[in-house]
């Protein structure tokens, strides 16, 4: 079984920046795709962006060209850096390594001026 940790969400400005960060109890080398999902009040659990462990990416529509995961398969980490947040962006911000059925407690990102 493995833990995951989510960090990074916050406060910001519309057309700002932020990193999200996501640590694992143990080896992510394991994991084929590790993944970031989000969830806005009142809505469900969408697929945000994914990689594999060769480092190939699949991001939804609306976040294509703003967002970037990357994978420190090393550190046990991933990455989901964010720019040009809009507050449609505005959710609680889940890592998961697919397959496991595990998930991270979450980070806020609020995007509102």
């Known amino acids: 079984q493995v833990q995951l940790v989510e960090s990074g969400g916050g406060l910001v400005q519309p057309g700002g920046s932020l990193t999200l960060s996501c640590k694992a109890s143990?080896?992510?080398?394991?994991?084929?795709?590790m993944a970031w999902y989000r969830q806005a009040p009142g809505k469900e659990r969408e697929l945000v962006a994914l990689i594999t462990l060769s480092g190939g990416t699949n991001y939804a529509d609306s976040v294509k060209g703003r967002f970037t995961i990357s994978r420190d398969n090393a550190k046990s980490k991933v990455y989901l850096q964010m720019n040009s947040l809009k507050p449609e962006d505005t959710a609680v911000y889940y890592c998961?390594?697919?397959?496991?059925?595990?998930w991270g407690q979450g980070t806020q990102v609020t995007v509102s001026s």
């Open positions: 143990r080896s992510i080398f394991t994991f084929y795709v």
């Open positions: 998961t390594a697919r397959g496991t059925g595990t």
